[in-house]
């Protein structure tokens, strides 16, 4: 009896892989002629197309503009002014020693005039107590902040791109697996119908094919739901509609090999550290330009101008004068806002300080999580694949067993279900894997489009720095050109 279920078994084993077998050779056929998607191609289109992303550019653009306003405290400034009026006057004169009576003649004359003038004023500071100086610092040191924010950004589109890539994926091999499952349970219960017919089994077991069918269906459409679910959100970060995903493989290979060292990485790389350090060096460079409040202020100024109708009233005058002055102001007292002000951006110092450390005590612990999802994830797949293998022996020796009476029905769906759940894990575990390795890669701050080699041409965050740094006056942004 046990030769003749063994034979059943080992039949059994060779008809499902010689149904996997042709499975793998139509998808190899059918992905001849069509175009598939790979993990990397789609990380390339978020790259360029993800709105996040490009917002995020747009606001290292918008904070590079904060460096030509630093630097404008160095240049001169000029102005022209321009005056234009009306003016009438009735000039009355005695005129000799009058006569007998005292009555003098009056000589006089009525004008109409026309006072217009311009003037140009340039002035330039030579000394302000530093506040150009260090404002110029501290707006470099914002640049450098709000460019270690965007690559915080970039690592999370790339990091959420490669969950919501991984998870189509999934979700489509489990809709499969539950698919397959209902085949398989229609199956069973079609056999089990027919053995009640002949008297082999009872209704119970009629009744518990028809539970484990109804339960399959129910999986199914949960399946169902949760891969529309995860399509909606590929399309929200990549930007399309997955098609013919390609498996994606882990990115252990540019992993630090120990969590130490991991460790010692993302203190250094991590953008959520570098960020936190520019502004601490921002907050800094504040304190000073406060300070400068209380410092001498020194600046030239000169003023050219040229007035008519508009000297001691006579028309047809004209006055040209040019000259240049010194000024020098001391700050003695304000009204107090100059030290509170330099008492709040000392109290900022100090919040930008313990956000640094808050930074990177978030980052390491970021790493050991990472990690260790990412060990689970390794441990969870070599315990799936022998969970399936086992499985698949259970599932064949009872259907073999069940055959010849040793086994219920009940068995056979309970083996049948074993093997799902097993297969499920792991298609799961598989999932996990290549998501932690992209979180574990992102939790060092080494999640990059250079690092894991998109085939995109690299964001250049200078050019646009370089391009207004130094622009003395224009409205129109470089990409307006």
Same mark, same amino acid.
């Given at each position: ?310 000297? @001691? ?41 313990? @956000? ?126």
């Amino acid at each position: 009896m046990k030769g003749a279920v063994w034979t059943c078994i080992r039949s059994s084993r060779r008809r499902y892989f010689t149904i996997i077998a042709l499975t793998l050779l139509s998808v190899t056929v059918n992905s001849a002629h069509c175009r598939s998607e790979s993990l990397q191609s789609a990380l390339a289109r978020a790259y360029y197309a993800n709105p996040d992303l490009n917002q995020s550019r747009s606001k290292v653009r918008a904070q590079d503009e904060e460096a030509p306003k630093a630097l404008a405290g160095m240049r001169p400034k000029a102005s022209i002014g321009a005056n234009v009026g009306g003016l009438y006057g009735n000039v009355n004169i005695p005129f000799g020693s009058g006569d007998a009576a005292g009555r003098r003649t009056n000589f006089g004359e009525s004008y109409v005039g026309k006072p217009r003038g311009a003037t140009l004023n340039v002035s330039q500071t030579l000394f302000d107590g530093g506040a150009t100086t260090n404002n110029v610092r501290r707006a470099e040191s914002g640049v450098f902040a709000a460019r270690a924010s965007m690559r915080l950004t970039e690592q999370a589109i790339l990091q959420n791109g490669a969950t919501a890539y991984m998870n189509v994926l999934r979700d489509t091999a489990v809709l499969n697996l539950r698919k397959n499952n209902i085949g398989v349970l229609e199956q069973q219960l079609k056999l089990t119908q027919d053995r009640f017919d002949i008297g082999e089994v009872t209704r119970t077991d009629v009744a518990q094919a028809q539970s484990s069918l109804a339960q399959a269906k129910t999986e199914y459409y949960t399946a169902q739901a949760q891969l529309k679910n995860s399509i909606a959100t590929y399309r929200q970060i990549i930007g399309n509609e997955p098609d013919k995903l390609e498996p994606a493989r882990s990115l252990e290979p540019l992993l630090p090999h120990t969590l130490n060292e991991a460790i010692e990485v993302a203190i250094v790389e991590h953008p959520g550290v570098k960020a936190a350090i520019h502004q601490v060096d921002a907050a800094e460079m504040a304190v000073k330009v406060a300070e400068a409040a209380l410092a001498p202020n020194l600046s030239i100024n000169a003023q050219v101008s040229n007035n008519y109708d508009n000297f @001691n009233g006579l028309p047809g005058s004209r006055a040209f004068l040019a000259g240049t002055s010194a000024q020098l102001n001391i700050p003695l007292y304000q009204g107090g806002s100059e030290y509170a002000s330099i008492r709040q951006a000392k109290e900022q110092l100090g919040q930008a300080r313990l @956000n640094m450390d808050l930074q990177r005590d978030s980052v390491r612990a970021s790493v050991v999580s990472t990690y260790g999802l990412l060990d689970t994830a390794k441990s969870s797949i070599i315990s799936s694949i022998s969970a399936v293998k086992a499985a698949e022996i259970a599932l064949a020796g009872t259907r073999a067993e069940a055959k010849v009476g040793q086994r219920t029905t009940l068995d056979v769906l309970n083996a049948q279900q074993a093997l799902l759940n097993a297969r499920v894990s792991l298609v799961t575990a598989q999932r996990d894997r290549v998501v932690a390795s992209y979180a574990a890669l992102g939790s060092i701050g080494r999640l990059s489009a250079n690092e894991i080699n998109l085939d995109v041409q690299v964001y250049d965050v200078d050019r646009h720095y370089d391009q207004v740094k130094s622009k003395w006056m224009g409205v129109d942004t470089p990409g307006d050109k």
